[in-house]
């Protein structure tokens, strides 16, 4: 028999929801921490800069371990427990390795993740810790981890949960349908950044899907975006030491390369790259002027979006635009706190705090 576990949240998980969407079977067990039904949220004062007619931010960093890998993670999981595997593996350049953590302790797996030696940001590390994961620190970087995971996983009984493994793009997807069934239809535009492609990948076969279906009137054009010292899709070539304040994105040699490809064309979209400064740009201003505080490699996306409405403003014009927020900032206290001014020291008295707040 196999045990079948109920989400908690009150809409029920992404497996209850899409159940008829996914590839689940009746054996399949329920799990949930809450994934999906993410908030779309309208811009503010960041449309300003941009001009289009709709600018919004699909947030996957509300996710329960805050960041969009949760989405495909509830369903490779679930798979994984239905097939009696012991364990779950994965390489990371971090959020991976919280969610797949986070869902293996739910489902009483264990997790063993493989990432960068010193190039993981510590929320990220302090997630697969806290969840009880074996966390191997590879003296290489996340294509290395990769190539090593996948040959583990062909010589021992434990599942690989990278986006390799097809159940993470399929949970993946649902985001797309999300964007879809909130707004009536597809927008434009998705920009989205591209670190191991398997997100690309996932919201193309989503869009697709709902337009197949006549649940939406149009496909969007994907606009994909790298960081320019990890850039290997534009290039058009692997980049063997790949560098990026964007350490999610900090990858060489992506797994899903082809299909985002594919996506990039079949949209009619582009995957461009957006330097360091320019993430870095983005991720203050959408910080400090939308509220919206995540991690470098998501507002790579955004950086994007600047640089489109610099270069050709007119392709923006009259448009519905989604950027997708993929992981939160507190996954980086450090970079956050590296490059903002120090918090301000203060006496413990009420007048020093005035004169502090400029109120004195
Ligand atoms: C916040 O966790 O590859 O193009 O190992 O964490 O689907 O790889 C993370 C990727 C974007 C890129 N934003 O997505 C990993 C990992 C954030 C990310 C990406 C990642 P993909």
């Given at each position: 028999m196999t045990e079948r576990l109920t989400g908690t949240s009150a809409a029920g998980g992404l497996l209850e929801r899409y159940r008829d969407r996914l590839?689940?079977?009746?054996?399949t067990p329920m799990l949930?921490?809450?994934?999906?039904?993410t908030p779309l949220v309208r811009s503010r004062r960041l449309i300003e800069r941009v001009g289009c007619k709709d600018l919004y931010f699909k947030?996957?960093?509300?996710n329960p371990t805050a960041s969009f890998k949760d989405r495909g993670m509830v369903v490779a999981v679930a798979r994984a427990a239905e097939a009696r595997v012991r364990a779950v593996l994965c390489a990371s350049t971090g959020n991976t390795s919280a969610s797949a953590a986070a869902y293996a302790a739910h489902s009483g797996l264990e997790a063993f993740v493989l990432v960068p030696h010193g190039r993981v940001a510590r929320g990220k590390l302090a997630q697969a810790v806290a969840h009880g994961a074996r966390v191997l620190a590879l003296r290489g970087n996340f294509d290395d981890a990769l190539a090593i995971a996948r040959n583990v996983s062909e010589k021992h009984p434990v599942s690989l949960v990278n986006s390799v493994n097809p159940y993470r793009i399929e949970g993946q997807k649902t985001a797309a349908f999300e964007i879809v069934d909130e707004l009536g239809d597809a927008p434009d535009l998705l920009f989205i950044p591209v670190g191991n492609a398997g997100n690309i990948t996932a919201y193309w076969r989503g869009f697709v899907e709902y337009y197949q279906a006549e649940r939406a009137g149009q496909k969007p054009r994907l606009m994909g975006w790298q960081a320019a010292g990890a850039a290997p899709i534009v290039r058009g070539e692997p980049v063997d030491d790949p560098q990026t304040v964007a350490t999610a994105i900090r990858?060489?040699?992506?797994?899903?390369w082809e299909f985002a490809v594919t996506a990039r064309d079949e949209s009619g979209g582009q995957i461009d790259a957006v330097t360091d400064d320019e993430i870095l740009a983005a991720y203050h201003l959408l910080a400090e002027e939308e509220g919206i505080f995540c991690e470098p490699a998501s507002a790579a996306c955004v950086a994007g979006l600047f640089k489109t409405a610099a270069e050709s403003p007119e392709s923006l014009r009259d448009r519905t635009i989604v950027c997708v927020i993929?992981?939160?900032g507190l996954k980086d206290p450090e970079t956050a706190l590296a490059i903002e001014t120090e918090a301000t020291e203060v006496d413990a008295d009420l007048s020093a705090v005035e004169s502090a707040m400029g109120l004195a």
């Amino acid at each position: 028999m196999t045990e079948r576990l109920t989400g908690t949240s009150a809409a029920g998980g992404l497996l209850e929801r899409y159940r008829d969407r996914l590839p689940i079977t009746d054996e399949t067990p329920m799990l949930s921490l809450g994934e999906g039904g993410t908030p779309l949220v309208r811009s503010r004062r960041l449309i300003e800069r941009v001009g289009c007619k709709d600018l919004y931010f699909k947030l996957e960093m509300c996710n329960p371990t805050a960041s969009f890998k949760d989405r495909g993670m509830v369903v490779a999981v679930a798979r994984a427990a239905e097939a009696r595997v012991r364990a779950v593996l994965c390489a990371s350049t971090g959020n991976t390795s919280a969610s797949a953590a986070a869902y293996a302790a739910h489902s009483g797996l264990e997790a063993f993740v493989l990432v960068p030696h010193g190039r993981v940001a510590r929320g990220k590390l302090a997630q697969a810790v806290a969840h009880g994961a074996r966390v191997l620190a590879l003296r290489g970087n996340f294509d290395d981890a990769l190539a090593i995971a996948r040959n583990v996983s062909e010589k021992h009984p434990v599942s690989l949960v990278n986006s390799v493994n097809p159940y993470r793009i399929e949970g993946q997807k649902t985001a797309a349908f999300e964007i879809v069934d909130e707004l009536g239809d597809a927008p434009d535009l998705l920009f989205i950044p591209v670190g191991n492609a398997g997100n690309i990948t996932a919201y193309w076969r989503g869009f697709v899907e709902y337009y197949q279906a006549e649940r939406a009137g149009q496909k969007p054009r994907l606009m994909g975006w790298q960081a320019a010292g990890a850039a290997p899709i534009v290039r058009g070539e692997p980049v063997d030491d790949p560098q990026t304040v964007a350490t999610a994105i900090r990858i060489g040699n992506p797994a899903s390369w082809e299909f985002a490809v594919t996506a990039r064309d079949e949209s009619g979209g582009q995957i461009d790259a957006v330097t360091d400064d320019e993430i870095l740009a983005a991720y203050h201003l959408l910080a400090e002027e939308e509220g919206i505080f995540c991690e470098p490699a998501s507002a790579a996306c955004v950086a994007g979006l600047f640089k489109t409405a610099a270069e050709s403003p007119e392709s923006l014009r009259d448009r519905t635009i989604v950027c997708v927020i993929t992981g939160h900032g507190l996954k980086d206290p450090e970079t956050a706190l590296a490059i903002e001014t120090e918090a301000t020291e203060v006496d413990a008295d009420l007048s020093a705090v005035e004169s502090a707040m400029g109120l004195a």
